[in-house]
């Protein structure tokens, strides 16, 4: 049955399938992880700071929905890692002594050191001192950064390659580890994800604590949670814009089909428009039903008006991305995080009024606005991935020479089984935490602080012999 389903289907396209449906279902646990990590440090800071106790049954509400969450990407992300050998062993015999190495440093510093205190964090609250807990904590936080570090590093050698040569085998070496890491587009994409995993979580509890408002204004759990998430919403969604704007104009020197894909210019030229709407037709090299400003791409990208813009014939058609795919994907989530920046200014005005607690249609809109960051963070890898097609490390590999030679019909399989066992699996951890996120947080079992284990005592004098 399987063998004649995928008799004549496209391994290459099954194989793509299959990473784009495992990496969309990954990236979704990291960008959240990242985030509410974060946020538990500053929450247990802030409960160590001022003793109130409504820091830190958000602590513990939050808690759990962390460690299912973090559990789900752990697992996720081996997964992904396993299909560099199955699907792409061309690539991971090319590009291996360059990535292989990277990889296995946040191996070795992110994930040890999550893993080393994660165990302290989720059960030693009440089995080690108050101070060691929170370091634990904040290790648990720095290790989820160190994490998107190394990865971001990894993604954007393959986006913009510095720092290599090539050996008697046709493999990528490394010439300058600086390089190599620290390769053109690094800086910006990591302080894009970075904000966008803040963001993504802020507006995950800000949704939550809109819920709970709806239902009970005076939740003083759910008024502290709301309250945080629009300042984040506030103070970093406009820095966002920001950043995305620089990144933007890093992906123009460095990857200009990309941004011509983004932005549906299939001609250079000058006063380049703005396509806010339209249906990019790549058979016809024209974007149908357009509606557009003058110049005001020309204005964004190259600072200038007047300025010329590089479009998708410069560059020979079997080179061209999908285009359609990008132009939509990118005005997805540019949408969404003009929508983050919205939310944050009224939520300000509202605050500024004093009504940032009893403005049902705010709590509305910021539930709505829950899963946002989710879907922009999905739509920007997409931008990401497909907008560097046909390479998979741009212009040195393209994707169509870097898959194994595995029949249609084995790629097909395995596909369908992640399906089957990624819906089943992590379908049951979202309810969970769904139903975790829909219980009172205002009445979450705050347990007192047990007197510490000896080997707990032990290791906070080490950690504090200077007191």
């Known amino acids: ?27 979704i646990f990291p960008a959240f992880t990242i985030g509410i990590a974060s946020y538990l440090a500053v929450l247990e800071g802030l409960f160590l700071r001022t003793r109130n106790p409504v820091y830190q049954k958000l602590f513990r509400f ?63 609250m009440n089995r080690v001192g108050e101070r060691l807990h929170y370091f634990a904590t904040l290790m648990v936080a720095i290790g989820t950064a160190i994490s998107a570090f ?24 490394v010439k300058d580890w600086f390089e190599v890491i620290f390769n053109p587009s ?47 919403a506030l103070l970093v969604a406009p820095l966002q814009v920001f950043v995305g704007d620089l990144h933007g104009l890093n992906t123009q020197q460095h990857q200009p089909a990309k941004v011509a894909a983004m932005e549906g210019h299939f001609d250079t030229q000058s006063q380049a428009p703005l396509y806010l709407f339209g249906v990019p037709n790549q058979a016809t090299a024209e974007v149908d039903y357009a509606v557009k400003i003058p110049g005001l791409a020309s204005l964004i990208l190259k600072h200038d008006v007047n300025a010329e813009v590089t479009g998708l014939d410069a560059f020979p058609r079997d080179e061209w991305p999908p285009v359609a ?41 910021a539930l709505i606005m829950a899963p946002s960051g989710f879907v922009a963070v999905i739509a920007g890898w997409i ?37 089957g066992v990624y819906f089943l699996v992590f379908g049951a951890g979202t309810v969970y935490i769904l139903r975790k996120m829909s219980a009172d947080p205002d009445q979450t079992h705050i347990p007192d602080y047990a007197r510490p284990t000896p080997v707990g005592m032990a290791a906070e004098r080490l950690l504090h012999e200077e007191d």
């Open 383 to 419: 931008v990401t991935e497909v907008g560097r097609q046909p390479w998979v490390i741009y212009g040195l590999l393209r994707t169509s020479d870097a898959a194994s030679p595995i029949a249609a019909e084995g790629v097909g399989a395995s596909l369908l089984a992640f399906i």
């Open 1 to 27: 049955m399987i063998e004649s389903l995928f008799s004549e289907a496209d391994a290459l396209l099954l194989a793509r399938i299959q990473f784009a449906f495992t990496i969309a279902f990954h990236i």
């Open 150 to 173: 190394w990865i971001l590093s990894v993604n954007s050698w393959m986006q913009t390659p510095a720092g290599f040569g090539i050996n008697e085998a046709g493999q990528y070496i």
């Open 325 to 365: 795919v990008v132009f939509w994907a990118f005005r997805i989530m540019v949408g969404l995080g003009l929508l983050m920046v919205v939310v944050g200014l009224w939520a300000g005005i509202q605050r500024a009024r004093g009504k940032l607690y009893q403005s049902s249609w705010l709590h509305r809109s």
């Open 186 to 232: 690094f800086p910006y994409r990591l302080a894009h994800m970075l904000l966008a995993a803040y963001l993504t979580t802020a507006f995950v509890v800000g949704g939550v604590g809109a819920w709970h408002l709806l239902k009970d204004r005076s939740n003083a759990a759910a008024r502290k949670m709301f309250s945080m998430a629009m300042w984040m």
């Open 62 to 124: 939050w808690l759990k929905i962390f460690a299912v969450a973090f559990g789900m990407g752990v697992v996720s992300g081996i997964v992904m890692s396993y299909q560099f050998g199955t699907n792409w062993s061309v690539f991971s015999d090319k590009a291996g002594p360059v990535i292989g190495p990277l990889m296995g440093y946040e191996v070795l510093t992110a994930f040890f050191l999550e893993a080393g205190f994660l165990g302290v964090m989720l059960f030693g």
